[in-house]
């Protein structure tokens, strides 16, 4: 009997390590107002780059997003930046309204590290916790 669950068990743990694997996760979106962004989604709005600690990263100015997500920026006095672990960071308008205020989708090397995720919001001359990584939503608050 004991050889017998030993065999069971054998096969059981060979059938489990041969199944295919389930996908990981779904495509990382970045939620602003009703609409839900891809990196592609965020390509297809226009590209430009901005430099972070001696980083070049490529994304769309916050304007842009904004704009196609159907806010109007001009309407708007804050912007907060959600990350997945839930850390914020908030902008004002001197600052969100920059030409060089990105959320990034890479950088000019390729694709984000992990350590960014999938999105990144980059404003350059701004120190370290106001350019979160692993964006998940933009909040406009008027």
Same mark, same amino acid.
């Given at each position: ?15 489990? #390590?041969?199944? /295919? ?5 779904? #495509? ?12 592609? *989604? ?18 769309? /100015? =916050? ?5 196609? #997500?159907?806010?109007? /920026? ?25 030409? *060089?205020? =990105? ?21 350059? *001359? ?15 608050? /008027?």
């Amino acid at each position: 009997m004991k050889r017998f669950l030993l065999v069971t068990l054998l096969i059981a743990l060979t059938l489990t #390590a041969c199944a /295919p694997k389930a996908e990981e996760s779904a #495509a990382a979106v970045l939620k602003v107002a009703d609409k839900t962004y891809t990196p592609d *989604d965020l390509k297809s709005l226009g590209e430009t780059q901005a430099d972070f600690q001696g980083i070049t990263y490529v994304g769309v /100015p =916050l304007t842009v997003l904004l704009q196609d #997500a159907g806010i109007d /920026p001009t309407a708007v006095t804050v912007v907060k930046a959600v990350a997945s672990d839930g850390f914020t960071a908030n902008y004002e308008s001197t600052l969100f309204s920059r030409e *060089d205020t =990105l959320v990034a989708y890479a950088t000019v090397d390729g694709p984000l590290g992990e350590e960014d995720g999938s999105f990144r919001m980059v404003l350059p *001359d701004q120190e370290g916790k106001m350019n979160p990584r692993d964006l998940v939503e933009i909040i406009a608050i /008027p």
